[in-house]
């Protein structure tokens, strides 16, 4: 059987005034990630993951920030291009882990609803969206609420 697996990173910072989109979900909170697009730390480390496991570059290189395309763009529409871009070239997911590491609000009670929105997306079943979250135990960044990191790793395969 062919099949890869890809790791992506992301960090976005916390900023007040933003709304927290996380997991394609959005989350009551007062402060959001700052970014071009919708700034969903989360999905842009499962695409980065998805990305590079199909040897396709990174999130950057196919939706650049200068890009006025996706200036406040959903981020489940970048990962959908992202699961197209994969099918066309014969990749379909296979699964996908991700951790989201921040220190507030609590993710928890979130995941569930995340991992709803995200299997149809990546044409999967639900038990094949893995997503943790941690704080950063108020170390650093994480820690001092100025920002999130994301963290994903997963396996495609050809269809
Ligand atoms: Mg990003």
Sequence with gaps: ???????????HQLVVGRPLWLGG????????CDGHSDADVLLHAICD???????????????PNTDARWKG???????????????????RVGNVDATLCLEQPKINPHIP????VLAPILGVAEDCVSIKATTNEKL????????ANAYAVCLIQKK
């Design 1 to 11: 059987m062919d099949i890869r697996v890809g790791f992506g990173f992301d960090v």
């Design 49 to 63: 993951a998805l990305l590079g496991a199909a040897a396709l570059r990174d999130i950057g290189f196919h939706f």
């Design 25 to 32: 979900v959005l989350i009551p909170h007062e402060k959001g």
């Design 140 to 147: 650093g960044y994480v820690g001092s609420e100025n920002g």
């Design 113 to 116: 609803e995340m991992v709803r």
């Design 73 to 91: 763009a959903d981020s489940k529409d970048l990962l959908r291009e992202v699961v197209r871009l994969l099918l066309e070239r014969g990749w």
